[in-house]
Structure formats: structure tokens, C-alpha cells
């Protein structure tokens, strides 16, 4: 993954939105990871070329964009969007949400490679069988999406394994050196992490946010809109709480019965960018309960890399390999 | 662990009701691993001693007893069952469920080394302020108890491990090298395996039972009893899954709910050993997903160790270690 991409250390940070922006995608490049613009947080293609060359200004590192396809209200130019890509220069995008198969052509065509993420051995190999360059598979452990399926990385990574060709990135939970060493052991080549990468200095995030995660433990996520089989991994926080409960009190639940209560907060936007942690849902891995503090971008890259090298080395001499 | 235990590889077989028999811990530890007799598989205390003078007959390595403590309707006489094991000669004890503390005295002045299961960093801390010898923590992933925290192996282990003087085995999820490599990457010093086990040669288990394992994939496994906050992973059968519906659209259940869907199909134990897949609930982890084969146990070990050596040392030699 790391010559696939001209990159130097196997991590990559994942398309989020509100957060993906120039300042944590350079950070992360030029720490010798993937740094990872998120597309559809510019309100515009338009915006989303300036954003990339904004980027572009801050390192010379390779960086991706992440184009996430989900169903809208209101439609959204997808094309025009992978349009600025390309004409930005970028050669790496990463795909979530639908399938990417109409778009592949075009990257193809452009050098583009193709991350697609993705929660299910057989989402991964669908992506392989279209054309994408590599998968990236994500747990239960995830934040964000998880997918309905609940099978979590230690299992996940090695099923999924198993069945590829293509190379696997590891996502979901990850944000320490040990568990990238553990990544690299169930067959994935990179890691992808998005959560540990909001508790970086460089992150555009409140620091109230950034404080948050670092005080939360493991248990304190949960997963929302699971009764409309759209489930999301976010900070548990009262408002999420709240609508765990509605959901877990009425069994089958409609969105019409969430809506007046999740519309009734502040955007994950607000949350992210205000730092009032209980106003509103915003999303979160298990991975909190591994995070302490707050580093920038290369001291988090340098620690990770030293932690699983120095993991591996130790495992290898005391069996004598 | 392995010196701590006595035994050549850092496998464990884990404690499961019908299945912790002579048969399946002998073999596990002739395999050089740690087979695990059930206690109360056993119906009296006088049966287990028997059970353990059976699986001494059947192999001169190290094996243990598991004591599974969880409040029952008659009364189990815990404390004879202990006096069994402390006769038999048994020195290792795994325990599960309530708080062991009650025991430990009696076990220790008796040089007998006890593992405490649990599935939170809270409870592993408790059992290691008790005076634990070790701790096996259980992920969201594996076979019948998860707890209600649903935090998964990829985040639990290390979280614990970060906290933990005395060590720590890897429970639940786990059935090939690649995992035990990770595990180890981890923090753990060993791991335990339940389901895996359970598609062996020696298992005293239906071969219908064993092949079901074989032919399900990760996806194939359920949470029945959330609603009662008495979770239990099971394999995804038809009388599993109207559990799940049941309590899915009722939200807020009560056994008596459940009970008279439950009290209705055979018991596990008629299952495993009549080979009635829909016959009743039966316990699988998501490890069923990466179970291809029925190995003899002796295989089974050989296998993991030479791939987990293998995913070590490749890694250790590309990053130049």
C-alpha cells in the first residue's frame, strides 16, 4: 500500500466529514501518512478544487479525496465533483457509501487509484470484482457506519483476508501502534483511522471535542438509528442516549418518530466547530478509550510506527524468529 | 503464560457447558495447549472428580476446570465442586461469571493458579485486585456472554492490557494464527478459544453441529436476551432469530416474553449432541466465519502456531527487524 500510494508509513486517515479539510490532510501527509480530503464538506466542486489547492500549498505529499455516496434529498453532483478531483490532480480517491462502479472508469482513465470502504467480505470483494484498487473493510468497531452486520475487525479482517486479491486497509477502532502490528497480522496492509485523527492537534475540531474523547472510555459510544437499519456508531452523549431509548422502548421505530428530536439539536457541524459535546449527535469510534492525549500529526504517525515496529521486533525475538 | 502454565503453546481451550469433557481437554492437551474440563457439565461434584481422574487417564500434561458462577434456581454447590478439583489435582481454574473472590483463598493455599473471565477492563482490574493469577477477556465477538458493553477485542484488549499487571489471555473471535499473532500484538500472552474448539475431531459434539460451523459464515451469529440485559452470542438458527424478532419489535421484554419460545425447543446440550441444528439455542462466536475445516486438535494447534510464526516473521523481516 505504501508504494501503491508513494506514501511512507501504512497509515491513512478516512474521509469524514466537517473534518476532512486542508489542514488535517496536509498534516497527515506530511507526517508520511495519507492524508484524506473530504469531498462533499465543500459545499461545491468549485470549492472542493480550491480546498485541494489549498492543500496542495501546505505539503507536497501525495494526499486522496473521499467521495462518500449516500442516498440525499437533494441530488448531488457526484460527476462534478470527481471532476475537480481530477483536474486538482489528486490520484487517489476513496469511495464509501454506494457502489462506485459508474465512477471507476474515469478515475481509471485519469491514474486515479480507488479505495473502496466498505463493512462486508462481500461488499470487498464486489469492489475487487469491479476494478477498485484496494478495499478498505470496516468493523463493528467503527465510527460512523458500521453497517448491519456487527462482525468485528478481529474476525472481519481475516474472513475478508482470505478471500482477496486486492490489497485490504484495515479501518475501524484502530489508533495505537499495537493495533497496527494486529492490523498487519490479520492480513490488512494500512490502516485507516478517522477518530484517532480528530484528537490531533492539526484536526478542525473544537477542543472541547478533542478533550471529550480524550476523557471517554470504550463504553462510551453507541449505536443510533439501528431500528431503521441505518446505524450509526456516535458519542454517547444525553441526545444520543435519548434516542436509544426511544428506539429500544418502541421495538420498530419510524424515522418520523427520531426526527423531532434530532432535528431539535445542533448539527454535527455546530457540535464539531461550537464544542458544546451535548448539543447535538456527532460520531465516534471505539477507539476513544484508547486515546490519551492530543499530539499533532507527525508525533502521533512517529509513535504508531515506533509502538508496532517495536511490537513485532519483541514478539519475533522471544520466539526466536 | 506458557510457563505460568506449564504447557507448550499459549493456546487455551476455553470453559463450554456439554462440550468441556475428558475427551475435547485431553486432546487439547496432549496438543501441548490447555484443555479445560466444565464443571458443571458435570451433575455432582463427585462426577467431576471422576471426570478429571478420566482426563488424567487420557493425557499426563497440565489441564484445568472451569467454574462458571451465575445465579441459578437451585443452588449449586460451588464450594464442593472445588473441593473436587483441589482433589483431582487440578492446578489451573478458570472462572466465569460473579466475582470469584470467595474462592481464592482456598485455591492459592492449594497452589492452584486461577484465570478470571470478564469482558470489561473494570472487572479485569477487580480480578487482578483480588489476586488473580491472570485474566482471559471476553470481546463483543465471541460465544455466548459478551456482557452489555459491546466493545470489541480490537479496542478491548488493549485497553486492558494498557491497565493490567498480571497477563492477559485473548478471549473470544479467535481461531486461526493470524489471530494469535494479532492477539499477541495486542498484549495478550495467550489465547482462549471456545468455538473453534468446538470443530475438532475430539469435540464431544454432533457432526452435524460441527459441519453447520463449517458451512456458516461471520454473518451467521445473533444477540438473543439484550432486552433482558442477559446477552448471549448464539448461532443464528430459526428459533434464534424469532427471539430476536420478538425482541425486537417489543423493545422492552420480559423472559416471560421469551420463555415459552425458549422452553419449547431441546435443550443445548440435545443439540450438540442430537445434531438438531434448529432444535434449540445453541451458543457459536463470530468465529464461525473463518471455521473451514474439522481438524483433530493436535492439527489444529500445529497449524496456528507455524501461521502465526509465519505472519510474524514476515512482517519483522519486510520492515527489517
Known amino acids: 500500500m505504501t508504494q501503491m500510494l508513494g506514501i511512507e508509513h501504512p497509515i491513512i486517515q478516512g474521509g469524514m466529514m466537517w473534518v476532512g479539510r486542508a489542514e488535517l490532510a496536509s498534516a ?6 495519507l492524508g484524506i480530503l473530504t469531498a462533499l464538506t465543500q459545499p461545491s466542486p468549485e470549492e472542493l478544487l480550491r480546498e485541494i ?4 500549498e501546505m505539503t507536497d505529499k501525495p494526499f486522496g479525496v ?10 448531488v453532483p457526484y460527476d462534478e465533483y470527481l471532476d475537480a478531483t481530477i483536474e486538482g490532480g489528486v490520484k487517489v480517491v476513496e469511495t464509501a457509501g454506494r457502489n462506485p462502479q459508474e465512477f471507476i472508469p474515469r478515475l481509471r482513465e485519469n ?4 479505495i473502496h470502504k466498505c463493512t462486508s467480505v462481500r461488499h470487498a470483494l464486489k469492489a475487487e470484482s469491479i476494478g477498485c484498487d484496494a478495499v478498505s473493510v470496516d468493523g463493528f468497531e467503527c465510527a460512523g457506519h458500521p453497517g448491519e452486520d456487527d462482525v468485528t475487525n478481529l474476525v472481519l479482517l481475516p474472513a475478508a483476508a482470505k478471500r482477496l486479491t486486492i490489497p485490504m486497509i484495515a479501518s475501524g477502532g484502530i489508533g495505537n501502534g499495537r493495533q ?3 492490523a498487519l497480522m490479520l492480513g490488512a496492509e494500512a490502516v485507516n483511522m ?8 492539526e484536526a478542525p475540531v473544537h477542543d472541547k471535542v478533542k478533550q471529550a474523547m480524550v476523557e471517554a472510555d470504550e463504553r462510551q459510544t453507541t449505536l443510533i438509528f439501528r431500528s431503521l437499519r441505518n446505524t450509526a456508531r456516535v458519542f454517547g452523549n444525553s441526545i444520543a442516549k435519548e434516542v436509544v431509548a426511544i428506539e429500544a422502548k418502541q421495538g420498530e421505530t419510524d424515522f418520523a418518530d427520531l426526527q423531532p428530536l434530532v432535528a431539535g439539536t445542533r448539527g454535527r457541524e455546530q457540535v464539531l466547530e461550537g464544542g458544546d459535546i451535548e448539543g447535538g449527535i456527532w460520531t465516534a469510534g471505539q477507539v476513544i478509550g484508547l486515546i490519551d492525549d492530543i499530539p499533532d500529526c507527525a508525533e502521533l504517525l512517529r509513535r504508531m510506527v515506533d509502538e508496532a515496529e517495536q511490537a513485532i521486533r519483541t514478539r519475533a525475538r522471544s520466539l526466536g524468529l
Chains 1, 2 share one sequence.
Open 111 to 114: 491514474g486515479v487509484r480507488i
Open 194 to 201: 478517522g477518530t484517532r485523527f480528530v484528537a490531533t492537534r
Open 66 to 75: 473521499n467521495l462518500t455516496i449516500l442516498p440525499t434529498i437533494k441530488p
Open 53 to 56: 489547492q489549498r492543500c496542495r
Open 180 to 182: 497496527l502490528a494486529a
Open 28 to 33: 497527515v501527509s506530511n507526517a508520511g501518512g
